[in-house]
């Protein structure tokens, strides 16, 4: 028997980045007892490299804003999949949120008459993000933990979750490892919050951190929770393509809201040739009112440039496959053209876009504020995930609640930059809330020792290997991530997912024969290993939920059904473990929002 | 691409030593880069902590050919490759194992420091007006990525280990940017002055010069609240008025 030390709390939360640490707070302040789990040092979540900003209706720069105008964006950019009540409560709380944040002492930037500053993004119908430069996320994770530690959580440094259990159908505890030595630890819990972000690792290109392994997906659905919409991967436009090292590291789509513009290799803004008729009322019409609009000009509308990242992104990927890209293979993002208008321009780039300075000069060699940047898509976000009750953020599994980029809802086929660290604020908060709640009124539940071991021994099962040898743990993830690239990447075919779901299956019978070598302490080898059982189920559910698809639509595209398809309009697609341990997949009826919010969708198509 | 030698520390904190890998550099490789295929390719267990590899996160900090820096910025061909590059962890802290350092000091420390404590709202709607002259420098501090590296070149904690009478540059940044937030009414002068020992800080400005995200941490930080220090316990017209109506 492997030995493990015992952890209680009311409520566990496990992730610490802005949900996680947000839904600890709230918790907290409920008057139960907290314990957060980070997979990292606290203070380094996937979070602290959001940039662009927290969407809120503040109507701090524009007078016009308010939460429906937020409510029809999103559901507008999320191609009116989304689930109507999230967004709704999203709209109307992230504002109060912010503010919050700025009581614990985020430092945002401002307006000329000292109200906190917001900034255009795409699919934004007014400026809209609270920033802080272009490291707003930071500013964020900094203030939730600065704050957060004072709050009496208990907070468990570098601790990976492998396994959650349940007592009948209650989640009642989770068994995780210490990275410094290995240790097996379980946490008992009344309610445990999930908040791991996502799942970009699944990739090869990502702007993700090497965390994003999609591990909570994949602790809820193993504990019998639903997963929805997840053919839905955002591609994000503009990540660095050059050197190859750097691959795939986000360049802020603030870039673009303060002026920069697209060009393909013969010097031309080819987004202004393809914009989507829901958007074209909302779209400038010439170059000229597309700039005045990022300088702040009320009646001017925004370029195509600040189009939803979903279609920028295939716009790109157009160019290229045209012939028309850059040398290593993206197009060129341009903001050192601002110069022509603006006597300034370089200390302006600098004063707004400080960590996009920094990371090309840096590590690209390249001065953003003389030349252009080479740019293409990267896998960013994953707007699939747990399926949860809009309003208390519980799974479909009770004690088990889910918040952040892990959850799924909100953002509908597509998100619109600037909702994600909103997002994380406002259903942080609830998840913290009703999970306290429900952790007041269950507690004590039963764990089998043989269900702890069993764990254990699988957790274990690839250092035993060590002597007789086996797959090489990376070696299976470098290639997971390739096929998942090359087959379920921003342009999808049938046969290309259906080969996928066959592959991934091959990947999963090597990796139950990885071996690894070392001890237990802090060995990437193993964590890799045990990483694998994630990447693999998550890989499966977009492969399986995309392929159910058969149109296009957000950040799901089809080169065989390039279009929409009304029917599938109505749908989300559901998967969960069968009873024989096999991926289930169904296709429920989208959740049909009140007339009055069809009225708010209606005023707001003008 | 070259072949070039990488001299990286194993062991832990009970021992340990360098050990020479080969492996391929190509074009804009960085030092994590180096790692990752070393790892892949011939140590397996090899650990190191890193997250976001973008500068953004300060977890890859350790010493390349002795300079601390982020491996994740330092490009190899900014470093001589002809010869053995040596990684090793920082050394101002214990040693986890391999390159990862214990840095658990830094996260005791900084929950002793008083949290930010706001003036009451200036509006009705909860809202507080304030510039952006007002904030210009405390958002300066803001970007410190808790890297660690300015604490680990600081000679009061690496060649003194004063760690428990000095919090070490990144708290005098902290400290810095709570006390010169425009909204907090918070007083940290007298921990300034004798729990956190400023006095150590003889002004080397050896933090400032390893500092990723270029924060003027010395003369922004340091020396401002010093000179509070000594406006306030040092100036000897306010000694003697505090001596005249102090409290009996």
Same mark, same amino acid.
């Given at each position: 028997m492997v030995e493990f030390k015992t952890h209680e709390h009311d409520v566990l939360v496990i992730g610490a980045g802005g949900a996680g640490l947000r839904a600890a707070i709230e918790a907290s302040a409920q008057g139960v007892t907290v314990g957060l789990v980070c997979k990292s040092l606290l203070g380094k979540a996937h979070t602290v490299m959001a940039e662009g900003g927290m969407a809120a209706s503040l109507a701090n720069v524009d007078s016009r804003d308010n939460w429906q105008v937020h409510f029809a964006d999103t559901m507008r950019g999320g191609q009116y999949v989304n689930h109507w009540r999230m967004a709704q409560l999203h709209a109307q709380e992230a504002p109060v949120c912010v503010n919050e944040l700025e009581s614990w002492g985020a430092v945002f930037d401002r307006t000329k008459d000292g109200r906190i500053l917001q900034r255009n993004f795409g699919g934004h119908r007014y400026p809209r993000l609270a920033h802080v430069g272009d490291r707003t996320g930071l500013e964020m994770i900094r203030t939730l933990q600065d704050h957060g530690v004072h709050q009496g959580i208990d907070v468990h440094h570098e601790c990976t979750i492998i396994r959650l259990f349940k007592d009948g159908e209650r989640t009642v505890a989770?068994?995780?490892?210490?990275?410094?030595?290995?240790?097996?630890?379980?946490?008992?819990?009344?309610?445990?919050?999930?908040?791991?972000?996502?799942?970009?690792?699944?990739?090869?290109? +990502?702007?993700?951190? =090497?965390?994003? +392994?999609?591990?909570?997906? +994949?602790?809820?659905?193993?504990?019998?929770?639903?997963?929805?919409?997840?053919?839905?991967?955002?591609?994000?436009?503009?990540?660095?393509? =050059?050197?190859?090292?750097?691959?795939?590291?986000?360049? +802020?789509?603030?870039?673009? @809201?303060? @002026?920069?513009?697209?060009?393909?290799?013969?010097?031309?803004?080819?987004?202004?040739?393809?914009?989507?008729?829901?958007?074209?009322?909302?779209?400038?019409?010439?170059?000229?009112? @597309?700039?005045?609009?990022?300088?702040?000009?009320?009646?001017?509308?925004?370029?195509?440039?600040?189009?939803t990242r979903d279609h920028v992104a295939r716009c790109i990927m157009n160019e290229v496959k045209a012939g028309r890209g850059s040398p290593h293979g993206g197009v060129y993002l341009d903001i050192a053209w601002i110069k022509e208008k603006l006597k300034d321009a370089e200390q302006r780039i600098k004063k707004k876009l400080p960590s996009m300075y920094h990371q090309f000069k840096e590590l690209a060699g390249i001065d953003i504020t003389k030349e252009a940047m080479e740019v293409g898509p990267t896998t960013h976000y994953v707007m699939g995930g747990i399926r949860v009750d809009p309003d208390t953020q519980q799974s479909s599994v009770p004690g088990l609640f889910a918040a952040g980029e892990c959850a799924a809802g909100l953002h509908g086929a597509n998100r619109l930059g600037g909702n994600s660290l909103s997002d994380l604020l406002v259903f942080g908060k609830r998840a913290g809330e009703y999970a306290a709640k429900f952790a007041k009124e269950n507690s004590g539940g039963k764990v089998a020792d043989a269900e702890i071991q069993d764990a254990i021994t699988e957790a274990l099962s690839s250092l035993e290997r060590q002597e007789t040898g086996g797959e090489n743990p990376y070696e299976i993830q470098f290639a997971l991530q390739k096929d998942m690239q090359a087959l379920v990447g921003i342009v999808r075919k049938q046969d290309e997912m259906d080969n996928a779901i066959d592959i991934v299956d091959g990947y999963r019978k090597r990796a139950q024969k990885v071996a690894v070598h070392g001890s237990r302490e802090y060995n990437p080898g193993w964590h890799t290993a045990m990483d694998l059982h994630n990447l693999l189920t998550v890989s499966e559910a977009i492969a399986r939920s995309a392929g159910s698809r058969p149109e296009s639509r957000g950040g799901h595209f089809r080169e065989d059904f390039p279009d929409k398809d009304e029917k599938f309009g109505k749908l989300t697609t559901v998967v969960n473990k069968g009873s024989d341990g096999s991926m289930q997949l169904r296709h429920d009826p989208v959740a049909q929002w009140p007339d009055e919010l069809q009225t708010i969708i209606d005023e707001n198509q003008k | 691409?070259?072949?070039?030698? *990488?001299?990286?520390?194993?062991?832990?904190?009970?021992?340990?030593?360098?050990?020479?890998?080969?492996?391929?550099? %190509?074009?804009?490789?960085?030092?994590?880069?180096?790692?990752?295929?070393?790892?892949?390719?011939?140590?397996?267990?090899?650990?190191?902590?890193?997250?976001?590899?973008?500068?953004?996160?300060?977890?890859?900090?350790?010493?390349?050919?002795?300079?601390?820096?982020? !491996?994740?910025?330092?490009?190899?061909?900014?470093?001589?490759?002809?010869?053995?590059? %040596?990684?090793?962890? !920082?050394?101002?802290?214990?040693?986890?194992?391999?390159?990862?350092?214990?840095?658990?000091?830094?996260?005791?420390v900084?929950?002793?420091?008083?949290?930010?404590?706001?003036?009451?709202?200036?509006?009705?709607?909860? %809202?507080?007006?304030?510039?952006?002259?007002?904030?210009?420098?405390?958002?300066?501090?803001?970007?410190?990525?808790?890297? *660690?590296?300015?604490?680990?070149?600081?000679?009061?904690?690496?060649?003194?280990?004063k760690h428990d009478e000095f919090i070490g540059p990144r708290y005098f940044v902290y400290t810095a940017a709570l006390e010169m937030h425009p909204l907090d009414t918070e007083d940290r002068l007298p921990e300034v002055k004798e729990a956190y020992g400023v006095g150590y800080c003889n002004i080397t400005k050896c933090c400032t010069v390893v500092c990723p995200e270029h924060i003027t941490i010395t003369d922004n930080a340091i020396i401002p609240i010093k000179e509070r220090v000594v406006d306030r316990f040092y100036d000897p017209l306010k000694r003697l008025f505090r001596k005249l109506f102090a409290k009996s």
């Amino acid at each position: 028997m492997v030995e493990f030390k015992t952890h209680e709390h009311d409520v566990l939360v496990i992730g610490a980045g802005g949900a996680g640490l947000r839904a600890a707070i709230e918790a907290s302040a409920q008057g139960v007892t907290v314990g957060l789990v980070c997979k990292s040092l606290l203070g380094k979540a996937h979070t602290v490299m959001a940039e662009g900003g927290m969407a809120a209706s503040l109507a701090n720069v524009d007078s016009r804003d308010n939460w429906q105008v937020h409510f029809a964006d999103t559901m507008r950019g999320g191609q009116y999949v989304n689930h109507w009540r999230m967004a709704q409560l999203h709209a109307q709380e992230a504002p109060v949120c912010v503010n919050e944040l700025e009581s614990w002492g985020a430092v945002f930037d401002r307006t000329k008459d000292g109200r906190i500053l917001q900034r255009n993004f795409g699919g934004h119908r007014y400026p809209r993000l609270a920033h802080v430069g272009d490291r707003t996320g930071l500013e964020m994770i900094r203030t939730l933990q600065d704050h957060g530690v004072h709050q009496g959580i208990d907070v468990h440094h570098e601790c990976t979750i492998i396994r959650l259990f349940k007592d009948g159908e209650r989640t009642v505890a989770a068994l995780g490892y210490d990275r410094e030595k290995g240790r097996f630890r379980l946490f008992r819990a009344g309610a445990i919050v999930i908040a791991t972000g996502g799942i970009g690792r699944a990739f090869q290109v +990502t702007s993700n951190s =090497w965390e994003y +392994t999609g591990d909570g997906h +994949t602790l809820a659905y193993d504990s019998g929770a639903e997963l929805i919409d997840m053919e839905y991967v955002q591609f994000h436009p503009t990540g660095m393509v =050059w050197p190859p090292s750097v691959r795939g590291i986000l360049v +802020t789509e603030g870039v673009r @809201g303060e @002026g920069g513009v697209l060009r393909n290799s013969e010097g031309k803004r080819f987004m202004f040739d393809d914009i989507p008729d829901n958007y074209k009322a909302q779209t400038a019409s010439d170059p000229e009112e @597309g700039w005045r609009y990022t300088q702040g000009d009320k009646d001017a509308r925004r370029p195509p440039e600040l189009l939803t990242r979903d279609h920028v992104a295939r716009c790109i990927m157009n160019e290229v496959k045209a012939g028309r890209g850059s040398p290593h293979g993206g197009v060129y993002l341009d903001i050192a053209w601002i110069k022509e208008k603006l006597k300034d321009a370089e200390q302006r780039i600098k004063k707004k876009l400080p960590s996009m300075y920094h990371q090309f000069k840096e590590l690209a060699g390249i001065d953003i504020t003389k030349e252009a940047m080479e740019v293409g898509p990267t896998t960013h976000y994953v707007m699939g995930g747990i399926r949860v009750d809009p309003d208390t953020q519980q799974s479909s599994v009770p004690g088990l609640f889910a918040a952040g980029e892990c959850a799924a809802g909100l953002h509908g086929a597509n998100r619109l930059g600037g909702n994600s660290l909103s997002d994380l604020l406002v259903f942080g908060k609830r998840a913290g809330e009703y999970a306290a709640k429900f952790a007041k009124e269950n507690s004590g539940g039963k764990v089998a020792d043989a269900e702890i071991q069993d764990a254990i021994t699988e957790a274990l099962s690839s250092l035993e290997r060590q002597e007789t040898g086996g797959e090489n743990p990376y070696e299976i993830q470098f290639a997971l991530q390739k096929d998942m690239q090359a087959l379920v990447g921003i342009v999808r075919k049938q046969d290309e997912m259906d080969n996928a779901i066959d592959i991934v299956d091959g990947y999963r019978k090597r990796a139950q024969k990885v071996a690894v070598h070392g001890s237990r302490e802090y060995n990437p080898g193993w964590h890799t290993a045990m990483d694998l059982h994630n990447l693999l189920t998550v890989s499966e559910a977009i492969a399986r939920s995309a392929g159910s698809r058969p149109e296009s639509r957000g950040g799901h595209f089809r080169e065989d059904f390039p279009d929409k398809d009304e029917k599938f309009g109505k749908l989300t697609t559901v998967v969960n473990k069968g009873s024989d341990g096999s991926m289930q997949l169904r296709h429920d009826p989208v959740a049909q929002w009140p007339d009055e919010l069809q009225t708010i969708i209606d005023e707001n198509q003008k | 691409m070259t072949e070039v030698t *990488f001299r990286l520390w194993r062991g832990d904190k009970s021992g340990g030593e360098f050990k020479d890998y080969q492996t391929d550099v %190509t074009e804009g490789m960085v030092v994590l880069d180096a790692i990752h295929q070393v790892q892949a390719e011939s140590a397996g267990d090899l650990a190191v902590r890193w997250n976001c590899k973008a500068g953004k996160c300060g977890s890859c900090s350790a010493e390349i050919n002795g300079n601390p820096r982020l !491996m994740c910025m330092t490009r190899c061909s900014d470093i001589p490759l002809d010869e053995p590059v %040596t990684v090793q962890p !920082m050394k101002a802290f214990p040693v986890i194992r391999d390159l990862v350092s214990d840095v658990s000091w830094n996260y005791e420390v900084k929950q002793r420091i008083k949290p930010f404590k706001p003036r009451k709202p200036d509006n009705a709607d909860g %809202t507080w007006t304030v510039h952006q002259e007002d904030i210009d420098r405390v958002q300066e501090f803001r970007k410190c990525i808790e890297c *660690f590296l300015c604490q680990d070149v600081c000679h009061v904690l690496r060649e003194h280990s004063k760690h428990d009478e000095f919090i070490g540059p990144r708290y005098f940044v902290y400290t810095a940017a709570l006390e010169m937030h425009p909204l907090d009414t918070e007083d940290r002068l007298p921990e300034v002055k004798e729990a956190y020992g400023v006095g150590y800080c003889n002004i080397t400005k050896c933090c400032t010069v390893v500092c990723p995200e270029h924060i003027t941490i010395t003369d922004n930080a340091i020396i401002p609240i010093k000179e509070r220090v000594v406006d306030r316990f040092y100036d000897p017209l306010k000694r003697l008025f505090r001596k005249l109506f102090a409290k009996s």
